[in-house]
């Protein structure tokens, strides 16, 4: 049974880098052939895909954030992270992080974590 476990701060400052940990335990993040995403979903709104890093390491961003947004992992510690730079209070949201085999919203995500709110304010 793989899990995986988010982890950060939830509150966070304008114009500051958001920074998260997805943990994943009961599986490698390096198994083929799958993909780790970020997604999050704002107030009273629907999903949104952050962006994902693939089993042997390569990254993929949503349009709309990739300037800001970096995925990376610890191959070593199993965990993924994220990172948005120069947030504002529309980032604010629950994080998740999800497993699939393929990237972007229209994949099938067999494996959740549970969220992590995230509050963007002064």
């Known amino acids: 049974q793989v899990q995986l476990q988010e982890s950060g701060p939830g509150l966070v400052k304008p114009s500051q880098t958001l920074s998260l940990t997805c943990t994943v335990s009961?599986?490698?993040?390096?198994?083929?052939?799958?993909?780790w995403s970020w997604i999050r979903q704002p107030p009273g709104k629907g999903l949104e895909w952050v962006g994902a890093?693939?089993?042997?390491?390569?990254?993929y961003y949503s349009p709309s954030l990739k300037s800001r947004t970096s995925i990376s992992r610890d191959t070593s510690k199993n965990q993924l992270s994220l990172q948005l730079s120069s947030v504002t209070p529309e980032d604010t949201a629950v994080y998740y992080c999800a497993r699939s085999e393929d990237y972007g919203l229209g994949s099938r995500y067999d494996y959740w974590g549970q969220g992590t709110q995230v509050t963007v304010s002064s």
């Open positions: 009961g599986g490698s993040i390096t198994t083929s052939y799958y993909y």
């Open positions: 890093i693939a089993y042997e390491g390569s990254d």
